[in-house]
Structures are given as C-alpha cells and as structure tokens.
C-alpha cells in the first residue's frame, strides 16, 4: 500500500471516524494513481481534460478492488490499536505480530507505514484521554458501529479473529483485553459466542472443541450438527475472497480449526 492510501486514511480517521478512514483511503488511492498516471504522461494529448477525465475514471474502477482491502486493513490498524492499549501497556509481542503480518500480506514499506499509524493512534489515543477521559473508547465504539453498517459479518469475523491473534502474542489475555476484545466484539454487531469461540481455537481439549462449536457437552448431536453448519458457513474463505489471497488463508485456517472441533467431538460420540 503506498503513501497516499496510508495518509488518506490516517487524516480520514482523525476527521471522521473508521468511515472517514475508509474515504480517506480512497481518495489516498487516487492520488496515487493520478500521481502515477501524470508520471506516465496518461491525460496529456491533445483532447483537453478528456484524457485525464478517463485516467481518473479508469482510477476508479482499478481501485475498487483493493478499496476493500485497504478498508479492511485501516479497520485492522484501528482496532488493533484500541486492543494493544487495553492492558495499559504496548507490548513489544503485540507490535511484532502486527508487523509480520503487514509484512507477510503487503510487504516491507507497509510495515514501516503501518508502525507509524499505530504510534499515531496511540498520540490520538493519549491526547484524547488528556482532555476526556475514555473519549477515545468512545470513538472506537462509534467506528465499530460504522463498520458494522458497511462490512459483511463474515468481513467482521476474520477482523475480530485477527484481533484475538493480536491479543493472544504476548502468551496471554488478561482481562482487561478480554473486555476490550468483547466490547468491540458487540459494538461489531456480533455474538458473544463467535469471541469466545475464537479464544478457544488454541485449545486441544474436548471441552475446547464444544466452546468452539458454542454449545455444552449436553447438546444433542443434531445441535452440534447444526452448529457446525452455521460456523462452516459463517467461516467459508470464500466469503471474503473479495479482500484478497492473504486474508482467505487466514480464513482457512480458521476453517480447519473449527472442521478438527467438529471431528474431535464427532469422534467421541461416535457419530
């Protein structure tokens, strides 16, 4: 992701929210392609503003695709700041699984930009709390409401997965993530079962597995069953393919993790 998309969506965010996030990265996006097209002389014959009407037009429909990845992954930042501040302290665990990821999915620049977006948002987050206490908690909550209103449940479910990655790096979750991770979780619009299903992934027990499915040990096996279907179906990588290669691996892996609970409590009850 370059320049302009990371500036876009920082400026966006302290102006408007996650919504304005989303608009800023955007239009980062088309500076950056218009900056690429006058680069490559795009918009420059003799048909006026005709040519550079088209490269802007063909600017918007080239950035369609990744606008909904680079929503997503300013949603992430976003978050992901509120989640590593919930302890009261930055780990350096949690700041490194965020930069393997930037640098697995988007490369080497995109960590550089995204470490200096979080440490932005930890300024807005010190300098909001200066003046009103839990201000910016307020703020992260009217954004987990935009994205609600403008990201598919499937969308929320890997964000919130990511973050219980994020909170889990440093080997533990205390309880004050737990309640950062459920408050986000809610003002998401999600259930508190899909949470705590996704805290007890790492797990290995029969117990473990019943929490990922969401149903006690005394669930009937049509419950399970039909549980099972409803995970599989929420979970599918194929819903969020739209956000690119990266994301609809970490969505099948997740996938997988949810098939083993099943075959493990499928296994003992003999069904």
Request: hydrophobic share 40%; proline share 2%.
């Amino acid at each position: 992701m370059s320049a302009g998309k990371w500036i876009g969506g920082i400026l966006g965010f302290m102006s408007g929210g996650a919504l304005g996030a989303l608009a800023g990265v955007a239009l980062g996006a088309l500076f950056d392609y218009g900056l690429k097209a006058v680069n490559r002389g795009e918009g420059s014959n003799n048909s006026g503003f005709s040519g550079a009407n088209a490269a802007w037009e063909q600017a918007r429909r080239s950035e369609y695709y990744e606008g909904q990845r680079n929503s997503f992954l300013f949603s992430l930042l976003v978050l992901a700041s509120y989640i590593i501040k919930a302890d009261g302290r930055v780990m350096h665990s949690e700041m490194e699984f965020v930069r393997r990821f930037l640098r697995m999915n988007f490369g080497e620049a995109a960590v550089e930009q995204g470490n200096s977006i979080l440490l932005r948002l930890f300024e807005e987050q010190k300098r909001m709390d200066a003046s009103r206490p839990g201000a910016f908690n307020s703020v992260i909550r009217e954004s987990c409401a935009q994205i609600a209103a403008n990201m598919d449940y499937s969308q929320r479910l890997q964000l919130l997965n990511f973050l219980v990655m994020l909170a889990q790096a440093d080997g533990s979750v205390p309880g004050s993530e737990v309640d950062a991770l459920r408050d986000v979780s809610r003002c998401m619009g999600m259930a508190d079962a899909d949470l705590d299903s996704m805290l007890k992934l790492s797990g290995g027990t029969l117990d473990d597995a019943y929490a990922v499915l969401g149903v006690p040990p005394t669930a009937t096996d049509d419950e399970v069953r039909r549980a099972y279907r409803k995970l599989a179906l929420q979970h599918h990588p194929d819903r969020v393919a739209a956000l690119g290669e990266d994301i609809r691996r970490a969505a099948e892996k997740k996938f997988q993790e949810i098939n083993e609970a099943k075959e493990r409590i499928y296994k003992a009850r003999g069904m």
